[in-house]
Structure formats: C-alpha cells, structure tokens
C-alpha cells in the first residue's frame, strides 16, 4: 500500500510567494476586473454629464440670442439742495413801511370817543360795535403783550402782531400795554402810544379798553378787519 506524502506547506513551482493556489489567482483577477469595470463605469458617467452640461449651455445660448454685458453707470453724487436765502431785504422794507406808517407824533384824541372808556371806531363802525366790544361779545383769539419793551421794540412788536393776526383771520385780540405805574411821574406813556399806533393800522376797526378781568386800563380789545377788507 502506497504511503501519502503530507503537505511539505510549499506553493507550486512557478506560482509567486502568497499564491498558494491557482483559486486564489483566478479571484485576484477577477477583483481587478471589477475595478475596471466600475472606473469605465465613474469615466462613461463623467462624460455624459459634461455634454449635458454643453448642450444645455448651447440650448439656452440659443433661446437668449446674443447678448452684451450690462454698462456700468457712472455714479451719481447727489448734494442738498442749498436753503433758500432768507429775504433779509423784503424784512427791512416792510420793516421800514411799517415804522413810516406808524407815527408817534399822530394826534389820538381828535379820534378817540369822549366817554370814560377812550374807545376807537373808524367812520363807518356803528357804536354797537364797541358796545359789543366792551361786553365780552367777541371772543379774544390772541393776545400780545408790549410789557418791558422800548417805544421802538413795542411799535414794530405791535405792527407785526396786528399784520400777521389780520392776514390768518383773526378778528379780536388783546393788546396789554400796561397802565405805566413803573415809568417817570406814573405816565401811562406806552398806553398812549398804543391807542396811536392802532388807530393808523387800516387793519384795525375799533378797540376799547378791556373789562377788569382782561386787563383793565392796561389793556385794550381790538377788532380787526376780515381779510380781504381793509
């Protein structure tokens, strides 16, 4: 009976060392043809894509047409517009009207009614109307007050006030002048002044001297024309 050599552990002659049978050759080949089959697979995908890609750009150059790159526009600096001058000169001429059209040497008591009041009513007023004055029947809307100016600051203070009053529609103001207690010998010379300088104001219809409540003789109730009647 024939002995059985045992495995001496030796790969086969001609086979390269870790091959211990042709199994294990046939299965490395079989690896590396995988390999190649999934690069020729990644590679054919690669290429798809890109000429997708191509005919797509081409598709929408196509639909568009041609086309140029959008001018840049030049800046635009933008700066405030400067404010308008103030109309210094138009102030000094009314300014100057004003301080012509009223005038401290106009005689009030050839105009004033002789009553214990010294009202004022232009030709043409009716007595009523101050009769109204002096019991409260027309509501005062503004008042100014000439306390503690000069003769000069009151008149152009006064000038303003009755201009502007008359020109937004006002009817009945007071203006308090002050009954003088604190001038030279107690002369209510303000008062006076005042009494002159609304009598030459064509806005002016008539005024009286106001109820203890309003001022008293410190202060006076004027009526003014209605605008557009001067």
């Known amino acids: 009976m024939a002995r059985v050599k045992a495995d001496s552990g030796k790969p086969p002659a001609g086979l390269r060392p870790g ?3 042709l199994a294990d050759l ?3 080949q079989q690896t590396l043809a995988a390999e190649r089959e999934r690069e020729a697979a990644a590679d054919a995908l690669r290429l798809a894509a890109e000429k997708k890609r191509a005919a797509e750009k081409d598709l929408f150059s196509r639909a568009i047409g041609a086309t140029e790159p959008l001018r840049r526009k030049a800046s635009v600096v933008l700066t405030p517009e400067p404010p308008a001058p103030i109309p210094f000169q138009h102030q000094l001429d009314e300014q100057r009207v004003m301080r012509e059209s009223i005038s401290d040497e106009f005689d009030v008591t050839t105009l004033l009614d002789v009553d214990d009041a010294m009202s004022f009513r232009r030709p043409g007023i009716g007595t ?16 100014c007050d000439l306390h503690g100016l000069r003769s000069d600051e009151a008149r152009e203070a ?8 008359h020109r937004q ?11 003088g207690l604190g001038s030279p010998g107690k ?8 009494q002159r300088w609304l009598i030459q104001k064509i806005e002016v219809l ?4 106001a109820k203890p409540a309003e001022g008293g003789a410190g202060a006076l109730v004027v009526l003014l024309a209605p605008v ?3």
């Open 169 to 179: 529609g006002i009817r009945c103001v007071r203006v308090v002048h002050g009954k």
């Open 128 to 143: 009523d109307v101050t009769r109204k004055l002096r019991a409260g029947e027309w509501s005062i809307q503004r008042q």
């Open 26 to 28: 046939k299965q490395i």
């Open 158 to 165: 006064l000038g303003a006030f009755i201009r502007t009053s």
């Open 228 to 230: 557009g009647r001067q």
């Open 19 to 21: 091959l211990r049978s």
């Open 187 to 194: 002369m209510p010379v303000l008062k006076t002044k005042t």
């Open 206 to 209: 008539a005024f009286v001297q």
